[in-house]
């Protein structure tokens, strides 16, 4: 049973008596006691492998700040882990994908993951977080989109340009949706597995949707989207789990996201709330939307910026707060504090009748 199904209730657009709170990357380098644990496991991709160590970080921003919301900490590339394409994290230089995937003859050697066997950790990591966590609040499931993840694969890790995955989708087309097919089923079932083990909702990071042009965009990054959303498990224990979707640099085409199917819409900072509500005609709950750069100002300047986040969202249920993106690993955990301090304090009066 749970004691705070705040998050449920907004993400189904369902009364609320204030609006709930949590943060991307709430469990992450910001927070020293994370920085312990990661040093203890020796690496990061042995943290997010080892369910122990991921349930411990998982809660580590609950011991600290009253959030409404937990999230699975892991990463949105387990899945080309698990397709056996060689990730590492270098320090300082982000993922490399040791065997990029260019060719169509590359795309034909892999294979969909089992969840259950080859991701059988996250699984594990999953059940671990809802015993620990007692109801005390819902637990977040993720997976990176299919375009996303698509672009690490072929660029062979982080890029800036994207030449390679571009390149293969201007001259080989047929390629790259060969590929992102896979990734589709790929990601279907790891979601489902997420949900059927205990996430009680769902979010697909779409880091790098907003670097296609809109036709691009919606043939590439939206329809794979489209295609997960209409096939996710929909209702566990007794409860509708809702699903959120997230494109960075996407604000033009929320109108379009919302009729995909999902529950819910996160907004980046370049997006006004009232703009987004207006756009997708209260259709879907949104999600968002503080500038993560605002955590490095005072408590007070951030109280007032929450302040502006919650007027721009205006009255009515539908709203979580979040940052518009991943918070930054220099933030003062104090000044998160603030921020989540300043939602509880202001957000009621949004929700009185």
């Not at 060969?178 to 059927?196: D, F, G, H, K, P």
Request: neutral net charge; proline residues 7%.
């Amino acid at each position: 049973m749970l004691k705070n199904d705040l998050l449920l209730r907004a993400l189904l657009r369902q009364p609320v008596e204030r609006t709930p709170v949590w943060m991307m990357r709430q469990a992450g380098r910001y927070l020293p006691e994370y920085r312990a644990t990661r040093a203890r496991a020796g690496s990061f991709l042995k943290l997010c492998m080892t369910p122990e160590l991921a349930c411990e970080v998982t809660l580590q921003p609950l011991a600290r700040y009253p959030l409404d919301a937990a999230i699975l900490f892991s990463d949105i590339l387990t899945i080309p882990h698990a397709l056996g394409l060689g990730l590492q994290f270098e320090t300082g230089e982000g993922p490399r994908i040791e065997r990029p995937v260019r060719s169509r003859s590359d795309v034909a050697k892999l294979g969909v993951p089992d969840p259950n066997t080859e991701l059988r950790y996250v699984m594990d990591a999953v059940r671990l977080i809802r015993r620990e966590l007692n109801g005390r609040v819902p637990l977040i499931g993720f997976a990176g989109s299919p375009w996303t993840v698509g672009t690490y694969i072929v660029e062979g890790g982080s890029s800036r340009e994207f030449s390679n995955i571009k390149a293969m989708m201007y001259e080989e087309p047929a390629t790259l949706h060969s590929l992102l097919e896979l990734l589709v089923e790929s990601t279907r079932l790891y979601l489902n597995a997420q949900i059927a083990a205990g996430a009680q909702a769902v979010m697909i990071f779409d880091t790098w949707g907003g670097v296609l042009t809109p036709a691009q965009y919606r043939e590439f990054s939206l329809q794979p989207m489209e295609r997960i959303v209409a096939d996710l498990r929909r209702e566990n224990e007794g409860r509708r789990v809702p699903v959120i979707l997230f494109t960075k640099n996407g604000g033009a085409w929320l109108n379009t996201m919302a009729r995909s199917g999902c529950d819910a819409l996160g907004v980046d900072w370049t997006t006004d709330l009232a703009d987004a509500r207006r756009a997708v005609q209260d259709s879907v709950a949104l999600q968002g939307n503080l500038d993560p750069n605002c955590l490095y100002a005072s408590p007070q300047t951030i109280r007032t910026e929450v302040a502006r986040v919650l007027a721009s969202y205006g009255r009515g249920h539908g709203h979580v707060f979040n940052l518009g993106h991943g918070i930054h690993p220099a933030v003062d955990p104090e000044h998160a504090g603030a921020m989540i301090a300043a939602v509880h304090e202001l957000s009621p009066p949004y929700h009185k009748d």
